[in-house]
Nanobody, 121 residues
Framework: QVQLVESGGGLVQPGGSLRLSCAAS????????MGWYRQAPGKQRELVAA???????NYAGSVQGRFTISRDNAKNALYLQMNSLKPEDTAVYYC???????????????WGQGTQVTVSS
């Protein structure tokens, strides 16, 4: 299986920036699509951004132009650079991955524990 561990969350002011990281490990040989999802209290978990092994991306409209997803395949690492943060970005951010599919329109089967991002003045 794949284990995913997020880091980099915290408290930032509106307009600030934050960089999230996700480290993947486990017994699987290959990790294909990876992504970031977020969940605010009382709401459904939603896509933030996803990236395929070849670099294809899919961003939620609400973050497009502000967030950048990237990955390092050699390190099995995933990153999310978040700029111009807004209070509505406040949520638990989860790393997501799959070892079978490589579509940025499909949620992977593996999830991290999540890291809290709070945007508040």
């Amino acid at each position: 299986q794949v284990q995913l561990v997020e880091s980099g969350g915290g408290l930032v002011q509106p307009g600030g920036s934050l960089r999230l990281s996700c480290a993947a490990s486990g017994s699987v040989f290959r990790i294909n699509v990876m992504g970031w999802y977020r969940q605010a209290p009382g709401k459904q978990r939603e896509l933030v951004a996803a990236i395929g092994s070849g670099g294809r991306t899919n961003y939620a409209g609400s973050v497009q132009g502000r967030f950048t997803i990237s990955r390092d395949n050699a390190k099995n690492a995933l990153y999310l650079q978040m700029n111009s943060l807004k209070p509505e970005d406040t949520a638990v951010y989860y790393c997501n991955a799959d070892d079978r599919y490589d579509s940025v329109y499909v949620r992977g089967r593996y999830w991290g524990q999540g890291t809290q991002v709070t945007v508040s003045s």
